[in-house]
């Protein structure tokens, strides 16, 4: 068996998978909607704890190795004590990203500063008794490793990941005590093993290997089995990433570049910060903040794209909120939560418009993440990009690249590609149906989104 959590923004996902069956058994703790997120690592322990129970995980369930991905880029600063400070710098925060200017100024160097040394060096600059206190800094899922195993590192896929975090040089320009910044170790290499401390603490048995894995975007590409150029993973959940892979960068405003799982490859990709809370914040609006996704697409299947005039308008920005275009005293919540989704797959067919452009074609998106389970959903962004929709069996991918490392360290496969080769499987495959209906109002909505 092998153990994996995926610590998401609002959930925290377990599961466990049979390498004999080829079998996952999942489940999912809701995180509390804590506004102050300094309180987000003790929600991590709760949710590892909770969820170790709800698998029933003893010393006889034969787990051989347990591995955390999470979000980022987060970075939580660690006391002497190892305990985490009350300063969580986690990645929806955009004000980090105006001290990378600065960062630059005194470096001159070519580290990525908007990924996790902003973050640091704000904390250096607006709260320096905290930055004084910490010992040393760790990611999110370094942080729920540490817990596990009282191990701190860095996890990084490989050495072309190193200018998003830090080096010696950049560290001593800076100012910054090198012992603040846990060493790097590879994805799927030994982090260490459960302690007893972390047996007493969450019922997992204690020398359990926990490994380490990598960004969530990057364990989701393996995840999904997204190595082929042109293949372009949708990760869902409360943002939204358009991840595709291609030999060849592009250079947009709205474009990040990073590695690939695969090498010589490039990841292409186009965020929206907050596309799936919006219909979280729709549903707080219409009085229905504990409505499931299964009933909120239950109510939309009712309405035809033809009786919609209304847009739903929102720019990829973590600030941003969104307007609707077109409303009307006639129209219900159904018609709001209709043009909500198809805001989502507007802006899918945006993305791909930009990398289709920039000439890096799109061949099919590969969708995962929980809107994945909405086969309305996946449906609707046929229909509107014109794409093939290919859907996994587990559409929580970063669990299955999880997975596929943990079987690669246990010498069941010898890449983390061949790996996902055998434990991704396919749900079905959507084709368009609907495509011509869409041309008007897409284009409206392009014109109108790009004034938004």
Request: hydrophobic share 40%.
């Amino acid at each position: 068996m092998i153990l994996s959590f995926d610590i998401g923004t609002t959930t925290v996902k377990g599961s466990l998978y049979n390498s004999a069956t080829g079998s996952f058994i999942l489940t999912r703790y809701p995180l509390p909607a804590d506004k102050d997120r300094s309180f987000a690592p003790v929600r991590w322990q709760e949710a590892i704890r909770i969820i170790v129970q709800k698998l029933e995980i003893t010393n006889k369930t034969g787990v051989r190795a347990i591995l955390v991905s999470g979000h980022g880029p987060t970075v939580i600063p660690v006391s002497k004590s190892g305990e985490p400070l009350n300063s969580i710098m986690d990645w929806t925060g955009p004000e980090f990203k105006r001290y990378s200017g600065e960062i630059e100024s005194i470096t001159g160097s070519e580290i990525d500063t908007a990924f996790f040394l902003s973050r640091i060096y704000a904390l250096s600059r607006r709260d320096p008794s905290v930055f004084e206190k910490t010992a040393f800094f760790l990611g999110c899922p370094e942080y729920v490793t540490f817990y596990l195993t009282g191990n701190s590192w860095t996890f990084l896929p490989n050495e072309k990941f190193e200018r998003y975090y830090w080096n010696d040089a950049v560290l001593s320009k800076l100012g910054m005590d090198g012992a603040l910044f846990p060493p790097f170790i590879r994805t799927g290499e030994l982090a260490g093993k459960v302690s007893r401390e972390a047996e007493t603490r969450t019922g997992l048995p204690a020398g359990v290997p926990v490994l380490a894995t990598g960004p969530d975007y990057f364990m989701a590409l393996i995840g999904t089995n997204t190595y082929e150029p042109g293949q372009l993973c949708d990760r869902t959940g409360t943002s939204e990433g358009f991840n595709l892979c291609s030999r060849r960068s592009i250079h947009h405003k709205m474009i990040r570049i990073s590695p690939h799982p695969r090498q010589n490859f490039l990841n292409n990709a186009l965020l929206l910060p907050f596309s799936g809370r919006m219909l979280n914040r729709l549903k707080s609006a219409v009085s229905e903040p504990r409505m499931d996704y299964k009933r909120l697409f239950s109510e939309i299947k009712g309405i035809s794209p033809e009786s919609l005039d209304i847009l739903f308008l929102f720019y990829p920005s973590f600030h941003s909120g969104g307007v609707f275009y077109g409303l009307h005293r006639m129209y219900k919540r159904s018609h709001l939560f209709r043009a909500v989704c198809e805001s989502m797959a507007f802006w899918a067919r945006k993305a791909i418009t930009i990398f289709e452009s920039n000439g890096c074609p799109v061949s099919e998106m590969r969708v995962c993440g929980r809107l994945a389970e909405s086969r309305f959903l996946n449906q609707l962004k046929a229909d509107i990009t014109g794409k093939k929709i290919w859907v996994p069996g587990n559409k929580e991918a970063e669990i299955t690249g999880n997975t596929a490392a943990g079987l690669c360290y246990l010498g069941e496969y010898s890449h983390f590609e061949e790996a996902a080769g055998h434990i991704v499987t396919e749900e079905e495959i959507l084709l368009p149906e609907k495509h011509s209906l869409f041309e008007e109002r897409f284009a409206l909505f392009d014109a109108l989104s790009d004034r938004f």
